[in-house]
Nanobody, 123 residues
Framework: QVQLVESGGGLVQAGGSLRLSCAASGRTFSSYAMGWFRQAPGKEREFVGGIHWSGGYTYYADSVKGRFTISRDNRKNTVYLQMNSLKPEDTAVYYC????????????????WGQGTQVTVSS
């Protein structure tokens, strides 16, 4: 059974940092794109960023570009989201996801989803 388990969420002050992790189990995703989405209260889920299976290419939403960094460790079947210079508007539930390609990821055509982890940024 495939599982994606996020961790690392929490409460942080504006300007602070958090690092989210998403560990996959049940199969190997070394040939899949992995990424992150978020959903704030009352808003639709939005793409945050994604990383190519090789780790060589990353893509970000304009709202997080320059502040968030995605990386992956295929040996650990894990994807990370380093979030710096956090803003109150980054408050949301963050979900990791897996898709066959980054374009599929950005199109919300994901094969697997995590259960989400809450990130709250106080002003």
């Amino acid at each position: 059974q495939v599982q994606l388990v996020e961790s690392g969420g929490g409460l942080v002050q504006a300007g602070g940092s958090l690092r989210l992790s998403c560990a996959a189990s049940g199969r190997t995703f070394s040939s899949y794109a992995m990424g992150w989405f978020r959903q704030a209260p009352g808003k639709e889920r939005e793409f945050v960023g994604g990383i190519h299976w090789s780790g060589g290419y990353t893509y970000y939403a304009d709202s997080v570009k320059g502040r968030f960094t995605i990386s992956r460790d295929n040996r650990k079947n894990t994807v990370y989201l380093q979030m710096n210079s956090l803003k109150p508007e980054d408050t949301a539930v963050y979900y990791c996801a897996v898709a066959g390609s980054v374009s599929a990821l950005r199109s919300n055509e994901c094969d697997y989803w995590g259960q989400g982890t809450q990130v709250t940024v106080s002003s």
